[in-house]
């Protein structure tokens, strides 16, 4: 296969001016990342800055509540309170061997902006964050986080002021400063090879899972489910485990209001294959190829685009896609509160929710393990809005 | 009439070309023709025609917004195609490339698409997210159907990368001058004068050079450092845009702005000459 292709999906459908900076992200990452140095820097920043690894919980009352064996992997606890950090050092260091001085990305729910600037100050390097003018609004307790850090954090106005606006601007600005500037993206998603180099380095989740596991239970969990748009967190927790068949992967994306009338962001429920962002992925748009805004409550998830890779393995049925709508969501971080006193993302609270609605089907002993992708503090208005009003 | 018949025709008659971009449907499809047959009667040689696109990443806010409004007034790629067909119907034979993101044939399907738009009277294609890297589909489909391949060279195209495009480009190459988006500028940087003489040294094929190209001056400059032709886009969109409710009032300016590009055009080109 070609290389950054999966299947169908993937490639490089960018820019001719981006092209030669591809051809070189690429060779720094092969270069620099396989060496004992990076790895050992990496490591080191990993342990004593993120706080991994993680701990795999045993989720007792949850467990009970669902009828089967759940272990939750703690990523709510890497500093800054999600995932995001992983890849965000990772491409920091990758930064600084490239010998670029700046960051730039975007951010939807604000935690991979934040993890930018976190990784971005560690390293020396001068962060700039794109965001939707909606996702300001609705994340503002991160917009200010990231600004306190010292990010410049730059409206995006442009359609509708979410996450796919502030890709598209994010990398019309890349064109023009692409020498000095490295585009940190936090997601599996965009020109090969960003699905990669995010996926190598959040695939860090699912090296401790395999290990904790083994030594808590002495076997492979039954199943691993994560929730997911570009599938960053996702395919970081099951890709120490796609070669075994015995262990079944759920991905769970935002259902939104309803499956009908643009009121979602189920790309594998109402999208198709199409091109958006340098790469061919299953995409929500019209019958003329026009890509549609999505739409669900978790800023994070709202994306139309599904990363090739997860497209690649939903397409091949390796990983099985479910979605969750908006009021199960909310309902699943109150069974959460409640159950382990833990208050999760919106996004996390998505794969809390496919646990919730599929109860029944679990069997007694089966042995599941939720990817607790992040910590909800940055959606307490909303949820607060959600159940009290006002 | 076909690509390089005009571009015969522009060397006998000592000019350079001018390549307008106009994206059809803003504010509406009856504008778009009447701009076109305005950009034509004022001196246009080829006509730059663009498909709306959704996310189209390689623009600036100008041509955002052209997209934006193109798409909320209904426009959609059929109709562009029957546009193509109504600008021939009108009588205008200039050379026609349309211009459009990869998921529009992508979708339709690269072959089907190619065969539409030249059946409608194109002669060629720019998809500018679609590098020589994943061209192969978009070339072999292009030879069928008789669509030249239009690439584009950066001021960031290494040495090997212009090899591999001269090797494969048909039509004419589309020199971006500077590293960003369309849109109007003020100056053009020398690196565009860099560039231009860095891909002279690899091939024959006419150069069009693009991206902030707004006034004879530019286009002046550009065409004597050797380049065959310049694009400008975003700079009449800017004209119209100031009246969207009546856009035809603006088309006196229009036709002015373009006459005085061309003459841009034609002054280089006798410069460059040494004449």
Aim: proline share 5%.
């Amino acid at each position: 296969m070609k290389k950054g292709k999966f299947g169908k999906y993937g490639g490089q459908f960018v820019n001719e001016i981006l092209m030669p900076i591809l051809i070189e992200l690429e060779a720094a990452f092969e270069k620099h990342y396989p060496t004992s140095e990076f790895q050992e820097k990496l490591g080191g920043l990993l342990r004593d800055y993120a706080g991994r690894p993680t701990p795999l919980y045993y989720a007792r009352n949850f467990s009970k509540l669902v009828g089967c064996q759940v272990y939750l992997k703690r990523e709510d606890l890497v500093c800054g309170g999600s995932h995001k950090l992983n890849n965000a050092l990772g491409q920091a260091l990758l930064t600084k061997e490239m010998g670029k001085s700046r960051l730039i990305t975007e951010t939807a729910a604000g935690q991979h902006g934040l993890a930018t600037v976190m990784a971005g100050n560690v390293c020396g390097l001068e962060t700039e964050v794109f965001m939707g003018v909606k996702d300001m609004k609705r994340q503002a307790s991160n917009v200010k986080r990231m600004k306190l850090l010292g990010a410049k954090v730059t409206p995006v106005d442009i359609g509708m002021g979410v996450l796919k606006d502030a890709v598209s601007d994010t990398l019309r600005k890349w064109t023009a400063c692409s020498q000095t500037t490295h585009y940190l993206m936090g997601s599996t998603v965009g020109p090969h090879p960003y699905p990669e180099i995010v996926a190598t380095f959040q695939s860090v989740i699912g090296t401790e899972i395999k290990e904790q596991i083994l030594k808590k239970e002495d076997r492979p969990p039954d199943k691993i489910v994560a929730c997911g748009s570009g599938g960053s967190n996702a395919l970081g927790a099951f890709r120490a485990f796609i070669d075994n068949e015995d262990v079944k992967l759920v991905f769970v994306e935002g259902g939104g209001e309803s499956l009908e009338a643009d009121n979602s962001a189920a790309a594998f429920q109402v999208g198709k294959p199409g091109i958006l962002h340098g790469a061919v992925m299953q995409v929500l748009q019209d019958e003329h190829g026009q890509i549609k805004p999505s739409k669900t409550r978790a800023a994070g998830l709202n994306y139309p685009g599904r990363g090739p890779e997860i497209s690649a393995l939903c397409e091949s049925g390796r990983v099985k896609a479910y979605y969750a709508f908006d009021k199960e969501v909310f309902e699943a971080v109150k069974v959460m509160c409640r159950t382990e006193g833990l208050i999760p993302a919106l996004e996390t609270a998505h794969a809390i929710s496919y646990m919730i609605k599929h109860k029944e089907e679990f069997e007694k002993g089966e042995l599941v393990v939720l990817n607790y992708s992040g910590r909800g503090d940055k959606d307490l208005d909303a949820i607060m809005r959600y159940f009290h009003g006002a | 009439m076909e690509l390089e018949e005009k571009f015969q025709e522009l060397k006998m008659k000592r000019e350079g070309a001018h390549m307008p971009h106009v994206y059809y449907g803003d504010p509406n499809e009856d504008f778009s023709l009447k701009l076109i047959e305005t950009l034509t009667a004022n001196g246009a040689d080829i006509i730059e025609f663009g498909i709306p696109f959704s996310d189209p990443t390689a623009d600036g806010p100008t041509f955002q917004a052209v997209c934006e409004r193109a798409l909320e007034n209904g426009v959609t790629p059929p109709k562009c195609i029957q546009g193509i067909r109504k600008v021939r119907e009108k009588g205008i034979e200039n050379p026609i490339v349309v211009t459009t993101y990869y998921n529009i044939p992508y979708v339709m399907g690269i072959g089907a698409f190619l065969n539409e738009i030249k059946e409608a009277g194109a002669q060629a294609i720019i998809v500018p997210n679609v590098p020589v890297e994943e061209a192969d589909v978009l070339l072999a489909e292009g030879k069928k159907s008789g669509i030249h391949t239009i690439f584009q060279i950066a001021p960031t195209t290494t040495e090997d990368r212009l090899k591999k495009i001269a090797d494969i480009a048909s039509g004419f190459l589309y020199i971006i001058n500077v590293e960003g988006v369309t849109g109007a500028r003020e100056s053009l940087a020398d690196s565009t004068l860099k560039l231009v003489q860095r891909v002279r040294r690899h091939t024959n094929m006419p150069l069009l050079a693009g991206f902030g190209i707004s006034n004879r001056q530019q286009a002046s400059a550009v065409v004597a450092t050797g380049a065959d032709g310049v694009i400008a886009g975003s700079a009449y969109a800017k004209v119209y845009e100031k009246n969207l409710e009546k856009p035809e009032e603006t088309l006196p300016e229009i036709a002015r702005l373009a006459a005085q590009i061309k003459q841009g055009c034609i002054e280089g080109y006798r410069r460059r000459q040494g004449n």
